[in-house]
């Protein structure tokens, strides 16, 4: 039986590039798999990114990072879903892991180069980063990681650590594989700047949990083809970030209807836009009306991860016992 192992950020509201590249397929293969499928909230990660870290906020953002994914359809009982600071083992993985990987496989890392580049001083841990999102998984000898793109160089370091690991100390974990949801390999932010990012900030984001008018007023001004100036100018949906949403929104026929009419200018992009809010729409308020009912009752929320905590240390602490033997440390 495959075991499937991810993680999530608490830097941010989660937003529709993390439900689409990530939180769906959570839920998706958490039916399939049950129990062998483990969901962490990494709030150790968090502070990593000094821009997107507040201690004034990280308890709260990861209870709503909790909160956004069980209203998305995660079952707490069906699978283990946790917060990863409440199971010291990956700390300590992580940092068995950092004595055997080389700083410059870290440096190569295009996240790591991203971050850093806009950064004064560099924290030791951004550069860590990928060897503790390495512990994550190898300490639940996962194989199966449902992520987005931007992850899969990380879950290649992830294979490299793993295989090094065997070769120094035996044959003890898997080389875990990336699997990715094809239509939302990556998300662009409704800035047109790019990957849509928590750590960009509100004005890059679609929130899972945002209200209507709020979106609304974030898609408006949003950038379309830069070709398409007049409202009689035909448009090219295939380089407009308003299409790519309508692809993860919309149902065929209104797909159809904006590839068509779109390109022979029948509809502007206000239209356009109007139509995308309808699937929003659809798509986000059952997720928004099942997160206020669960608003209602935050101890059940408290109780599931601590639930989940207990069932992934039961998996995390012989996993963590191996290591440390082969490692030759001393045993109590
Ligand atoms: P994070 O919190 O940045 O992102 C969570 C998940 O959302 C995906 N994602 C996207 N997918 C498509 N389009 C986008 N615009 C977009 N933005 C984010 C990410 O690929 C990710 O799957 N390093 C991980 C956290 C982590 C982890 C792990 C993941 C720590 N340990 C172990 C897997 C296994 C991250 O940055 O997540």
């Not at 590039?17 to 839920?27: D, E, I, K, Q, S």
Request: aromatic residues 8%.
């Amino acid at each position: 039986m495959p075991r499937v192992f991810s993680g999530i950020q608490p830097t941010g509201e989660p937003h529709i590039g993390n439900l689409f590249g990530a939180m769906f397929n959570y839920v998706k293969l958490g039916e399939q798999y049950g129990k062998n499928a483990i969901y962490c909230i990494v709030d150790l990660h968090a502070p990593t990114n000094p821009a997107a870290y507040d201690p004034q906020t990280l308890a709260r953002l990861t209870y709503e990072m909790a909160l956004a994914n069980l209203a998305v359809g995660l079952d707490p009982d069906k699978v283990i879903f946790f917060v990863q600071s409440h199971v010291r083992e990956h700390a300590e993985l992580g940092w068995l892991f950092t004595l055997q990987t080389p700083v410059g496989e870290l440096e190569r890392m295009t996240q790591y180069k991203d971050k850093a580049e806009k950064l004064e001083s560099i924290p030791a841990g951004l550069l860590m980063y990928p060897v503790l999102q390495a512990a994550d998984i190898l300490l639940y000898k996962a194989d199966t990681v449902p992520v987005g793109e931007d992850q899969v160089q990380h879950i290649e370091l992830t294979r490299e650590i793993a295989r090094r690991f065997n070769h120094n100390f035996s044959e003890t974990f898997p080389e875990p594989r990336a699997v990715l949801t094809i239509d939302a390999l990556r998300v662009p932010g409704v800035d047109g700047q790019g990957k849509m990012s928590k750590s960009k900030g509100p004005s890059s984001t679609i929130g899972v949990l945002e209200d209507m008018e709020s979106i609304w007023q974030k898609l408006r001004p949003a950038p379309t083809d830069p070709a398409r100036v007049r409202r009689t100018d035909p448009g090219n949906p295939n380089v407009c970030l308003i299409f790519d949403y309508h692809k993860l929104f919309s149902d065929l026929p209104t797909i159809e209807m904006v590839n068509v009419e779109c390109r022979r200018a029948g509809i502007g992009c206000i239209d356009c836009k109007k139509a995308l809010l309808g699937g929003i729409e659809r798509t986000l308020t059952p997720i928004q009306q099942r997160a206020a009912e669960i608003s209602a009752q935050p101890e059940q929320v408290y109780d599931a991860l601590e639930r989940g905590a207990n069932e992934a240390r039961a998996i995390a602490a012989p996993v963590m016992e191996e290591v440390r033997q082969k490692m030759g440390f001393l045993g109590k």
